[in-house]
């Protein structure tokens, strides 16, 4: 600022010297008048160059400014009303977060949140597609209580969405769809539902759990050799297991 000002008032005094110098007729008061107007533009040279490699070092300074690196927000809780679904962010130092830094963009189907320039960094969420729709012009994101606090307004209003993400939806539903198709299996079936609950507890069993199911697996196969009983038919996926009878290499009980 004040080059500028320095810049300015010598602009005006080479101005006024030039004018003094063509009323001037005397040589002497003539070369005085010159040197003072060459000593003036040299000075004003001087600033002008000045001014412009300031100019320059600064944009430099501008365009190397390092871009803020964006971090994933996995720190977050959610819940749901008949209204409203709510998200709450919990951020290191949140109490010096601003609403200024915080934007959130809404879609029917999504949303993005980015807070800017916190703790040295940016910090994003993103859901690419939720669960169930939204009105966006409704929705609203805040810094609240401690929290950054997002309110996504429901489309339909008292429509449970369980789940925050569509991807999670579809997996319980697939979970849900797969378990009422073997209880299916196993109400056709029951001897097939023995069969799968004795599987599970051999796959999700310790040693001596497997110990004692081979043992009984062992029994149950004597007894139908010798008639005594219908026996067990084979179990899906038991006919691998180490130490079960008719397997090379088994040991006997």
């Known amino acids: 600022m004040a080059d500028t000002i320095e810049?300015?008032?010598?602009?005006g005094d080479l101005k006024e010297l030039e004018t003094v110098l063509t009323t001037v007729n005397?040589?002497?008061v003539r070369n005085l008048i010159a040197d003072a107007i060459s000593s003036l533009k040299l000075k004003i040279d001087t600033l002008e160059a000045s001014a412009a490699k300031k100019k320059e070092q600064s944009g430099e300074q501008k365009a190397t400014k390092p871009t803020?690196?964006?971090?994933?927000?996995?720190?977050?809780?959610?819940?749901?009303?008949?209204k409203f679904v709510k998200l709450y962010i919990t951020l290191p130092n949140i109490e010096k977060l601003t609403n200024e830094q915080v934007i959130c963009d809404f879609t029917n189907t999504s949303f993005k949140c980015v807070v800017n320039n916190?703790?040295?960094?940016?910090?994003?969420?993103?859901?690419v597609k939720l669960a169930g729709s939204i009105i966006p012009s409704s929705s609203t994101c805040?810094?609240?209580?401690?929290?950054?606090?997002?309110?996504?307004?429901?489309?339909s209003e008292g429509n449970t969405w369980g789940?925050?993400?569509?991807?999670?939806?579809?997996?319980?539903?697939?979970k849900e769809a797969k378990l009422d198709a073997n209880k299916d299996a196993e109400s056709s079936d029951p001897q097939a539902g023995i069969m799968n609950l004795m599987k599970k507890m051999y796959d999700d069993g310790d040693?001596?759990?497997?110990?004692?199911?081979?043992?009984?697996?062992?029994e149950s196969q004597?007894?139908?050799?010798?008639?005594?009983?219908?026996?067990?038919?084979e179990m899906p996926g038991m006919s691998g297991m180490p130490g079960m009878p008719g397997m090379p290499g088994m040991p006997a009980f």
């Open 7 to 11: 810049l300015s008032e010598l602009k």
């Open 26 to 28: 005397r040589s002497n």
């Open 68 to 82: 803020l690196y964006t971090a994933k927000i996995t720190n977050y809780g959610w819940d749901e009303s008949a």
């Open 118 to 127: 916190h703790n040295g960094k940016n910090h994003m969420l993103q859901v």
């Open 142 to 155: 805040k810094v609240k209580s401690g929290n950054v606090v997002i309110a996504l307004k429901k489309e």
């Open 163 to 174: 789940h925050l993400t569509d991807a999670e939806k579809k997996v319980k539903e697939q």
């Open 207 to 218: 040693d001596d759990m497997k110990r004692m199911i081979k043992k009984t697996w062992y």
């Open 222 to 233: 004597q007894k139908q050799k010798t008639g005594e009983n219908g026996g067990m038919p």
